[in-house]
Nanobody, 124 residues
Framework: QVQLVESGGGLVQPGGSLSLSCAAS????????MGWYRQAPGKQRELVAV???????NIVDSVKGRFTISRDNAKNAVYLQMNSLKPEDTAVYYC??????????????????WGQGTEVTVSS
């Protein structure tokens, strides 16, 4: 199996910064894209940012210029640096990974895994 463990959430004042980390472990052949999603109370989960194993990124307009996504392929980790935080950034943030695994008889298969979520609250 594969596990994603996130860390770094918390309470921050508007205008402040937080850094989220997510590390994948387990039966991993390779990781394709990794990303961050968020879900605010009463809203659907939405994409925040995604990064490919080659380093290409896609960041949603609402956080562009404030959030930066990066990854360390050697550590199977992805990071989200969040600056100039706003109250509307308050949400549970989830790590996501598209993982290739080598399975007996089946060969190489891709699966999507999620972390447990880490809460980010932006409030004065």
């Amino acid at each position: 199996q594969v596990q994603l463990v996130e860390s770094g959430g918390g309470l921050v004042q508007p205008g402040g910064s937080l850094s989220l980390s997510c590390a994948a472990s387990g039966s991993i052949f390779s990781i394709n894209s990794m990303g961050w999603y968020r879900q605010a109370p009463g809203k659907q989960r939405e994409l925040v940012a995604v990064i490919t194993n080659g380093g290409s990124t896609n960041i949603v307009d609402s956080v562009k210029g404030r959030f930066t996504i990066s990854r360390d392929n050697a550590k199977n980790a992805v990071y989200l640096q969040m600056n100039s935080l706003k109250p509307e950034d308050t949400a549970v943030y989830y790590c996501n990974a598209d993982v290739s695994r080598l399975l007996p008889l089946l060969g190489r298969r891709n699966y999507v895994y999620w972390g447990q979520g880490t809460e980010v609250t932006v409030s004065s």
